[in-house]
């Protein structure tokens, strides 16, 4: 408590010693300020002697991607595009994905410290940042997709994973990412009113994402040569809408927090984007 204001700090600085010293031998010698190499992109449909395969596995590429998760779920959000990435060729990892497994644990090391923080004068109301590749993994088409909700000035939901079905275009990707975000702001919004917090309901929960097009789709019943084969049930973004779940509000890239989720990104959109993905500064909006 600070003049009047409660603040909670989660940090897991012992977790993270303990992925060091465990593999201390794979840990890079160099400094490392991202937790991948800036646009680093990986498929299992890139085909490498099993050779390779084998000693990547040898080495424990396994045992060393498998800590890693636990850090990015609880207070490395900036990593879980990379867990996610790293995690489709665990069973064939290459002398690449070797590498940027060494890449990520070095990166959580000097920033073993990291705290998530969440304030009594946060925001009361959440809000949500979402967002979606267009770069197709080459083995089954599908992109990226990622959102963050704040909460009391920190992030309580952080998500970043594989499209379920092939997107047609940005706007019809970016269209499939607002709908798991919308859910998952009906999901929020309800446990919060249940636990009594009954402002959360009063207004929709701004919702920011970069494609006007997708936004726009959310609002209003267009239909065209290029949404027209959308599946039916992302149209839950309609309902969101129009039953005051979710307001949609373009938010150009360079501000939008869910970047993080759907790219390896560069040390300057990483200082840009992070601190307010977990409660350090406020976020960029429009007004």
Known sequence: TK????????????FVESIGEAFKDFVINRSINTPLPPGFFISIATKTPEEENKRALG??????????????????????????????????????????TCHMMTYMLPHKSNKSKYSSNGN??????VDASNKADSADGKCQYGYGHLWQGGCVIAVSKKLSHVGLSATHNEYMAVHWANRHTAWL???????????????????????????LLCEEDIITCGNQFMQIPYHFNKEAVSLGIAEMRFIPTA????DLMTKAVTRQALESLLPALIGQRKPIVPE
């Open 255 to 258: 501000d939008n927090l869910a």
């Open 189 to 215: 919004r309800d446990l919060l009113v249940e636990m009594g917090i009954a402002e959360i309901g009063q207004a929709p929960t701004v919702t920011y994402a970069d494609n006007r097009a997708a936004n």
């Open 3 to 14: 003049c009047g204001v409660m603040e909670v700090e989660l940090s897991m600085t012992a």
């Open 124 to 129: 009361s109301v959440p809000v949500a940042f």
């Open 59 to 100: 080495r424990g590429d396994q045992r060393v991607f498998g800590s890693l998760p636990w850090a990015a779920r609880r207070c490395y959000p900036e990593c879980l595009q990379g867990c996610s990435i790293l995690g489709r060729v665990m069973s064939k990892p290459t002398e690449e994905a070797w590498a940027a």
